[in-house]
């Protein structure tokens, strides 16, 4: 068979297999120092967006899967917390929101910070601030706008990025793969779905990052969420009778597949 | 005889199956539906039958305006909002009887830009309105606007199916920040085309008429908008409108052909901007800076100097652009790659930057005294040159500017009075700082 179909075929394989991230965790260097300090958390409203890929290009957000996967990763992050011993503070962020504008473009600002960093991470993985060995990276300042008005002691951002193709984006797909397949030997499977989830924990007067990690999967569910959060830092000095009351008024079920 | 799996002939009838079927999609997809009339909203007499098309863009429209408050890109300082709402609701027409309401927001971003989505949201971002000179020039950017929802453009363009995006993701343009833009780059909802700009440009012209104001401003504020653009624009994912230069001739051709008879005496030009502009001018520097625009910030800051001309704060904002860049070498890096070629940086600009952290800060140091010197009571220059001590190990400097710093009295609620505005601390700072000075404190003993 040509050399160049086979290569090119190599590519595309490889790409729909890069499709979902790899994982990527990052701890601070002085994390467990850092945990002294840390006894509550407040979550943040996770930042969804899934989009419907039609084959067209005339993409569509999926609002009402959107707000299923929101509260179903609040969920995830709770119980996760009460399990590794933080307490989690009933902070009702979306009337924060409503009611103060500067608020909320302060924790728009802190999410950007993240992203400036984590820019930085992806970029230049193998300097020494950012290897996990050694890694110490700080938003600064703006951590203190919600750590101040929630009263937590640490703040949890959430990000979840997925995509659902249309009918047509499928077979579209599939007839490429098949093309492909015919042309190479080689079976290529493009995903359906899938989805991004990172998740970040920030102190809230440092404004250290003590925690993130990045993963993805196909489908559309928590499961990476769950996945990242059993990786979360233990408590260093939880206290337990306090966890074990906030663990049973926290659902236990949650959102799984949203679509089929 | 059954052909085998994996022969020429089975292989090339899987082919066939499978691009016949996907041709059949394609086509099925790319049907052309007939487009419903979209009667302008000025026609007082035509009905607003809303099929469902529509009502799925307004829908969307509407959530988008959901997004943008839910996380505080609407701005919602009394003195410029209400005068952009004011200024917006004196040269809008009367669509009263249509299903549209005209509401006039502010946008946080520093980029150059205005847009308008079906259901009426018209926002201008705070980096377009810092470049504008005076009254005249915001209404014509607000009376273009308005004309896309009279004409309804967004919904006829998604009609017709021009644009290729039909939702905004605005999280993934900003949110956890790689881009240096944001929400406007890819609301695709606000995408018109060229026949459409100018059809804006035209009835703009209308309206501006009819309130009064200096047409001649119309060109001069495109002229305004073409500089930045290109000076923002060059490589990066700003949205632009592309032909400006024909667009500009083409609203001279009108003025003198089409509105020849209004007269020139009489007319607004400057109005009521004169104390709204160093606050938008400000808000657009302070954003600059949170989104690390090095580059950009500069080049505002000259613009700035030849209306504030040796203003202290200038040199104040200066100072926090070189102790950003000697801060954040890497972004400071990616900035300026960005800017000049619309690449990443090569690891050689990005080691550059990191060696010349020194010289930025002392570059800082140059402008926060300079800002001093202008004004003692710039004040919130000792916290840049605290900052700059703490990074450099100088506890006992960094102890005593950062206690100057905070002897700026707080500001009471969310009073905002000119230039009592410039140089406001924030909460979120003095705590943080305060927790520096213990550390300081405790190092020092």
Same mark, same amino acid.
């Given at each position: 068979m040509c050399t160049g179909l086979r290569v090119l075929a190599i590519m595309v394989t490889g790409i729909i297999a890069t499709g979902c991230a790899r994982p990527h965790l990052h701890q601070h260097q002085d994390l467990t120092e850092h945990l002294l300090e840390i006894d509550t958390v407040v979550i943040a409203p996770p930042v969804v967006s899934i989009e419907y890929v039609a084959f067209d290009s005339l993409n569509e957000r999926m609002r009402k899967e959107e707000s299923i996967i929101r509260e179903a990763l609040v969920r995830v992050a709770q119980r996760a917390l009460y399990d590794h011993g933080y307490d989690v503070v009933d902070f009702d962020f979306e009337q924060a929101l409503e009611d103060d504008s500067e608020f909320a473009f302060r924790v728009e600002l802190l999410r950007h910070e993240f992203g400036f960093i984590r820019r930085e991470l992806n970029e230049r993985p193998d300097t020494s601030d950012s290897s996990m060995d050694s890694f110490r990276s700080s938003v600064g300042s703006i951590a203190n706008t919600l750590s101040e008005k929630s009263g937590a002691d640490a703040i949890l951002l959430m990000h979840y990025d997925g995509f659902q193709k249309s009918t047509g984006l499928i077979v579209k797909d599939a007839t490429v793969a098949l093309v492909l397949g015919a042309l190479t030997g080689i079976a290529i499977a493009s995903p359906q779905n899938g989805a991004t989830v990172e998740l970040v924990m920030i102190? =809230?007067?440092? =404004?250290?990052?003590?925690w993130a990690d990045v993963r993805g999967a196909a489908g559309l569910s928590t499961e990476s969420a769950k996945i990242s959060m059993k990786d979360f830092p233990d408590d260093? +000095?939880? +206290?337990w009778d306090l966890v074990s009351e906030e663990t049973d008024e926290v659902a236990t079920d949650t959102a799984e597949q949203v679509l089929d | 005889m059954k052909r085998p799996f994996g022969s020429r002939s089975h292989n090339l009838n899987s082919l066939v199956r499978g691009v016949s079927a996907w041709l059949l999609i394609f086509l099925s997809q790319s049907c052309m539906f007939s487009s419903p009339r979209y009667s302008p909203l000025t026609e007082q007499e035509a009905k607003y039958d809303i099929g469902e098309h529509e009502y799925r863009l307004l829908l969307e429209a509407d959530e988008i305006h959901a997004d943008l408050k839910r996380r505080g890109?609407?701005?919602?300082d009394p003195a410029i909002s209400s005068y952009i709402q004011n200024l917006g609701n004196k040269i809008a027409p009367d669509i009263g009887k249509s299903h549209i309401d005209l509401e006039f927001y502010v946008l946080r971003d520093p980029t150059p830009n205005a847009m308008a989505l079906p259901n009426g949201g018209i926002y201008l971002n705070i980096g377009l309105i810092s470049l504008l000179e005076n009254e005249a020039q915001v209404a014509s950017v607000l009376a273009h606007e308005i004309s896309h929802v009279i004409y309804r453009h967004g919904i006829r363009s998604k009609a017709k199916g $021009? /644009? /290729? #995006? %039909?939702?905004?993701n605005i999280s993934d343009i900003? %949110?956890?920040?790689?881009? %240096? /833009?944001? #929400?406007?780059? /890819? %609301?695709? &909802?606000?995408d018109y085309s060229r026949d459409q700009e100018e059809e804006a440009d035209h009835e703009a012209l209308t309206l501006l008429a009819k309130a009064g104001? $200096? &047409?001649?401003q119309a060109p001069r504020t495109m002229e305004l908008l073409s500089e930045a653009h290109h000076a923002d624009s060059t490589f990066g994912p700003f949205r632009s409108h592309p032909d400006e230069e024909d667009r500009m001739a083409l609203l001279q051709k009108y003025i003198q052909t089409d509105f020849r008879d209004i007269e020139s005496a009489d007319v607004i030009r400057q109005g009521e901007f004169g104390p709204i502009r160093p606050l938008v001018v400000e808000e657009a520097i302070q954003l600059r800076l949170s989104f690390r625009q090095y580059q950009l910030a500069l080049k505002d800051l000259d613009r700035a100097e030849a209306y504030f001309e040796g203003a202290p704060l200038l040199n104040y904002y200066r100072g926090e652009v070189y102790r950003g860049m000697g801060d954040h070498p890497f972004d400071a890096a990616y900035d300026k790659a960005w800017m000049e070629t619309g690449k990443k940086p090569e690891e050689e600009l990005i080691v550059e930057f990191e060696e010349a952290s020194h010289e930025n800060y002392e570059k800082a140091l140059k402008f926060y005294k300079k800002a001093l010197s202008g004004d003692s009571e710039t004040l919130v220059a000792y916290r840049g040159m605290g900052y700059i001590a703490y990074t450099q190990g100088r506890e006992s400097e960094a102890i005593s500017a950062f206690e100057t710093y905070l002897t700026i009295d707080e500001r009471v609620g969310d009073e905002r009075v000119g230039e009592d505005r410039l140089g406001e601390e924030r909460l979120d700072d003095r705590l943080y700082i305060e927790r520096l000075l213990r550390e300081l404190r405790e190092e020092s003993i």
């Open positions: 102190d =809230g007067t440092t =404004g250290n990052v003590l260093v +000095d939880p +206290d | 890109f609407i701005y919602q $021009d /644009s /290729s #995006v %039909l939702a905004a900003f %949110l956890f920040g790689t881009k %240096l /833009s944001y #929400v406007t780059a /890819s %609301l695709g &909802l606000a104001y $200096d &047409l001649s």
